[in-house]
């Protein structure tokens, strides 16, 4: 499964990092996802090569503008481009009306259509062919979500000693076998594939959380999960004499959280502008929240930046792409 992140600072942009929007891809797949699109995401899209037209599923977490102003513009690029295949969206139930009404002030007209999925549909819709999604409710000042990405096909490995041991010849019947099809060998026999599968993978899985306060809301979900992206707008300090009416996390709250609950990957992003990439002149870094982090949390450790392309392998490690 790939990550990658188009969008990393909180409420405003940068210099360096746009937005949050962040793109969801299984391995090999053509189509790829979309949580979140903040103003400014188009510019990222192109130059991570990713088309409007591939696009598979947008999920919003919420709507505050630096996760959903860029939207319109989206759809609208993607008819331009002659997208024809309808386009799904799950989202908080008023992000239907305020598309509704954009599209209507504007004119707005797509030469496909818009498959809206309620929040509340999502445990039972099929959003993607190849990932199981599934949206936990978080605590923000507004309606805001999680959304959990697990694999829905594992393949299995074949196992060579039981089939050399059974006299099945390697050739075209372990090639039926591999794919899960039961052969009829050359001698008359019946061979079942499942009697010579090796038991299959964990099927991986990524949440990637919106805006939020209490990380503990994600406790079911991050029991099974692999990676876990969320928010870590402040070090706990900053958050304290920001006080509680903005409702996000400190780098040190999400550590503590991913730590207890055992997710071996955890990414951080959606940074305060107050926070500087390289430390300096004593200003506030993306230093601080790392250090923060690293002292809550013993597993893999990222902080986000822009354009940013992380693979979670078959080993359930999280590594970023080149490396």
């Not at 090569?49 to 503008?65: E, K, N, R």
């Not at 799904?88 to 002030?105: E, F, K, Q, S, Y």
């Not at 039961?182 to 019946?190: C, E, H, K, N, W």
Request: include cysteine; hydrophobic fraction near 40%.
């Amino acid at each position: 499964m790939e990550i990658q992140f188009l969008g990393t600072s909180s409420g405003t942009p940068t210099r360096s990092r746009n937005m949050t929007a962040i793109a969801v891809r299984n391995s090999g797949a053509k189509h790829w996802s979309l949580v979140d699109c903040a103003e400014g995401t188009q510019h990222r899209l192109q130059r991570a090569g990713l088309s409007p037209v591939s696009l598979g599923a947008i999920f919003i977490t919420h709507l505050h503008g630096d996760h959903c102003y860029g939207l319109p513009g989206l759809l609208a690029t993607a008819g331009m481009l002659k997208r024809s295949e309808p386009l799904a969206i799950v989202g908080p139930a008023p992000l239907r009306p305020m598309i509704d009404c954009i599209m209507a002030a504007t004119q707005l007209e797509l030469p496909y259509s818009l498959a809206w999925v309620a929040i509340e549909d999502l445990a039972h819709a099929e959003v993607l062919p190849d990932l199981r999604v599934r949206a936990t409710r978080l605590s923000h000042r507004i309606d805001c979500w999680a959304y959990s990405f697990t694999e829905l096909a594992v393949e299995r490995r074949l196992d060579t000693d039981k089939l050399r041991a059974g006299g099945v010849a390697s050739g075209p019947a372990w090639g039926e076998i591999q794919q899960g099809r039961s052969v009829t060998l050359p001698d008359g026999r019946d061979v079942h594939a499942a009697d010579y599968l090796a038991p299959p993978r964990k099927a991986r899985k990524v949440i990637v959380g919106g805006d939020n306060d209490s990380p503990a809301l994600l406790a079911d979900e991050a029991r099974d999960a692999d990676v876990l992206v969320h928010e870590a707008t402040y070090t706990e300090e900053i958050r304290q004499k920001v006080g509680p009416g903005p409702q996000h996390s400190s780098a040190a709250m999400v550590a503590g959280f991913a730590q207890e609950a055992g997710v071996p990957n955890l990414v951080l992003t959606h940074f305060s502008p107050r926070y500087q990439d390289r430390p300096g002149n004593g200003s506030l870094s993306l230093e601080d929240i790392e250090n923060e982090a690293r002292a809550h949390y013993q597993g893999r450790l990222a902080l986000a930046r822009d354009l940013d392309r992380y693979e979670l392998g078959k080993d359930g490690v999280l590594r970023l792409a080149g490396e």
